[in-house]
Every structure is written in C-alpha cells, then in structure tokens.
C-alpha cells in the first residue's frame, strides 16, 4: 500500500460531509440515463379504437403516419335496406367524415394525423359517369397529394368501390371522372406519390 495517498483517502469523508453541508449531494455513478420511454410511433395498443367505433359496418381508414398510411378501424352508419349505388355513397360520406374527424388522443400520442379537411362533400355519378363513380366536392386535383391518397386508398379498400383496389372519383365540375389506383408506393410514400389514374370510361 502506498502510505503517502492516506491522507488524500482520509479526507473524503470529511468532504463528503462539507458538500451535503452545502446542499451539494456528491455522487460516484452518472445520472444521466436518457430521456423516459415514450409510446412507439404509429402502434396503438388497447380498445382506442373499438371505443370510438360502437355501433356501424367496420371499416378501416388510411391516416397519416410519420411519412406512410396506416389504417385504423372505424365504422359507418348504413340504413338497412339500402339500394347497392345508394349504400356506396352513404359509406363513402361515412368514410370521408372520419378521415376529417380529428384522431383520438391516444392515436395523436402515436404519432398520427390527417391531411383531409372537414366540410367536404361527396355524391353518387352524373349522367355519363361510370355507375361506381363518386363525386367530390373539391376536384381531386386540388386535394394534397396527402389527402389524395388517403381518400383513394380508404375508398378503393370499401363498400365504396368495386373491391379491385381503385376508385372512380371527380370532382364538382364538369371534368370527366378519373380512376384512381392506392398502390404499394402511395401507402408507403403519399407525399411524394400521388395515387396514379387513368380517365374513366363513361357508364
């Protein structure tokens, strides 16, 4: 043992005692363990869905994610009874008023969003259009490239389309209805990805 570094040993208690005089806590380990753990990014855990979606048909929805769609379950309200081209707007109008509904707390805590804004409006096919088409009440063309992949992608997954993964949509003018594919790429890259379409045959 090294008897010259004794007196440097001994006094570490009497600083110790000085420093807690002070208000000064000494410590021999690090502190700093990082930031708390936070909910995974865009994985919901527990009933928040069900809780929101009581009663109706269950559908899903397409929100926004960090930079990709994710679904999420919803319902719609359908009268029983309901004609085919009927209960496919009455899904659609479904669908479009939770695309714009806010997302719940615990999905917001999860990082997720929606670019599609609250108001519009959307209707069955003018005279010319295809039978499955279905009229917005703002062109697709002046949609985000968000919210257009949201709207394709949720529609072409439903009742509101014909189950092939596309949707016909227009607009409220008189341009002609354009079908709409949701894509690996669109879900995957919405913001830099519009839906690709083609001009829909007339019905």
Known sequence: MNVRRLPGLLALPVLAVLLAGCGIRATEVPTDFGPAPSRVRCSLTGPDGAARAARGVPVQVFLLCGSSLVTVDRTVR??????????????????????????????????????????????????????????????????????????VCTFSDS????????????????????????????????????PPSTRAAGG
């Open 159 to 194: 009742a509101a389309a014909e189950g092939d993964g596309s949707v016909v949509l227009g607009g409220p003018g008189g341009e002609a209805a354009r079908r709409y594919q949701c894509t690996d790429e669109v879900r995957a890259r919405p913001g830099s990805k519009e």
């Open 78 to 151: 359908v009268p029983e009874g309901a004609a085919d081209s009927e209960r496919r707007v009455l899904v659609a109008r479904g669908l479009l008023d939770e695309l714009a509904a806010q997302p719940s707390a615990a999905e917001k805590e999860a990082g997720y969003s929606t670019d599609v804004h609250g108001g519009m409006t959307v209707a069955g096919p003018r005279p010319g259009d295809p039978e499955d088409a279905l009229r917005l009440g703002t062109a697709p063309g002046n949609l985000t490239s968000y919210a257009l992949a949201q709207i």
